[in-house]
């Protein structure tokens, strides 16, 4: 590649790109960051203007009105209807409009960072909230009861607890905890609060019923609960060519689009696991690719049930971003290959597919590989059992040259998946790829 510039090369060139798209400064983090620096000045200027009320006698409501306005926004922007409408309104930009511009519109998937911004900012309003609930107590104020103190005392300890089994390390490493715990100590806070809110209210001599609380309250708990009213179970046929991988097909009345998931359990109660879909142009129904990596997905394999549990609405994902581009690169490693064969057969943009995956044809049988080179030119499909692993970055690089596309989208594990898109967009080439935020 005597006319290209080589990963080495690139890697090493000094670039300021290389210090304003690294994986600390990715826009989830930004997001995240807008909605702390914004609570901290609303914190500051209530301070100086009086809004909280003052050290002898807090203005309660205020105070709770801030925390369940950034409880709000976390929670509401993961509601599965608002995520769809995130990405229908970011690929509505066309591509006429400068690259600069569908690069942004394209880190749409970045919302979780309002999500973990939103929560964080609302569990530590609520903390302030029972710091100036105990300040007015001890300060004989007849408005605040020992009974709104101990239901917000309880729920700050849930707040807590959840808040540190999401962080990164221990949710990768715990992660069933993690879902267990933001599920139940989820719908336990969401029950504390209505008791809370309205004792808050009972206290101030207010009512509660048609207050802002209320209404709130009222909407958080309709999106908590609408996914949980769509519950099914629903049969399945399996196709198993290897130990390593299955392919999962459903056709109960749902076909779903290029570019989206859905959550599958066979307890639903416990553990939930998205899949992205694959639905067949022309027919019903979809399929699912499911690949050993962990305790679950390896008992699946093992053991595959006849039915599994559904819920909620098919739910956009990142490689829906696709449409934003003339002609899109796609690199997958492994089970990857599943949230990008749809879109191969969708035909709905020019691609180029790089895969890189063990014994491609005794791994996931001969079908889905004829498949795949049926309706991709001329794919780059990496044996690493012959080939060994290959430089991703390189390979990605040389494609988006060779074929003038305008961007990648990466399907693999977290470290690849950062490494690629990084050296990618070192390189002013948008990037994308899931970040693990769930």
């Known amino acids: ?70 409880f709000s926004l976390g929670i509401l922007i993961r509601q599965q209807r608002v995520v769809n409408f995130l990405f229908w309104a970011a690929t509505r930009v066309p591509v006429t409009w400068p690259l600069q511009l ?72 715990f992660h069933n905890r993690f879902e267990l715990v933001h599920r139940f100590a989820g719908w336990t806070l969401l029950a504390l609060f209505w008791g809370q809110s309205a004792a808050l209210h009972l206290d101030a001599g207010n009512p509660f019923v048609g207050s802002f609380s209320f209404w709130m309250l009222s909407l958080l708990t309709l999106s908590i609960l609408s996914p949980w009213l769509t519950l099914k179970r629903v049969p399945i046929e399996v196709v198993k060519p290897s130990n390593h991988a299955v392919s999962i097909r459903f056709d109960y009345g749902d076909t779903p689009f290029p570019g989206s998931s859905n959550a599958i359990s066979v307890n639903p109660l416990r553990e939930w696991h998205s899949f992205a879909n694959i639905p067949t142009p022309g027919e019903s129904g979809y399929r699912l690719v499911v690949s050993r990596a962990g305790d679950w997905t390896g008992r699946f394999i093992d053991n ?79 044996d690493t059992d012959t080939r060994g692993k290959p430089d991703l970055s390189q390979l990605a690089l040389e494609a988006v040259r060779k074929t003038g596309a305008e961007a990648v989208i990466v399907i693999s594990n977290q470290k690849l998946t950062q490494r690629v898109i990084y050296d990618m967009e070192s390189e002013g080439i948008p990037a994308f790829g899931a970040i693990w935020d769930s």
Do not use: C
């Open 304 to 382: 595959p049930p006849s039915h599994v549990w559904v819920k909620g609405i098919t739910t956009s994902g990142v490689a829906r971003v696709e449409v934003l581009f003339r002609k899109v690169v796609y690199v997958g490693t492994g089970s990857g290959i599943g949230p990008i064969l749809p879109h191969l057969l969708a035909h709905d943009v020019p691609n180029y597919l790089i895969w890189s995956t063990r014994s491609p044809r005794a791994t996931y049988g001969d079908a889905l590989v004829d498949e795949i080179e049926a309706n991709t030119e001329d794919p780059l499909i990496w």
């Open 1 to 70: 590649m005597s006319d290209q510039i080589s990963t080495r090369e690139f890697r090493q060139g000094f670039n300021l790109r290389r210090f304003t798209r690294h994986p600390a400064l990715i826009e989830y983090r930004r997001l995240a960051a807008i909605v702390a620096i914004a609570n901290l000045w609303l914190f500051v200027q209530g301070v100086a203007e009086g809004w909280w009320g003052s050290f002898a006698a807090f203005d309660l409501a205020a105070i709770a009105k801030i925390a369940l306005l950034n």
């Open 102 to 173: 569908r690069w942004l519109a394209g880190k749409v998937f970045h919302f979780g960072g309002l999500h973990s911004g939103g929560t964080v900012a609302g569990s530590i309003w609520f903390i302030f909230l029972v710091f100036a609930m105990l300040s007015n107590w001890r300060a004989s104020d007849p408005h605040t009861s020992l009974t709104t103190i101990g239901l917000s005392g309880a729920m700050v300890a849930l707040m807590v607890a959840m808040i540190l089994t999401a962080i990164g390390p221990l949710r990768a490493r």
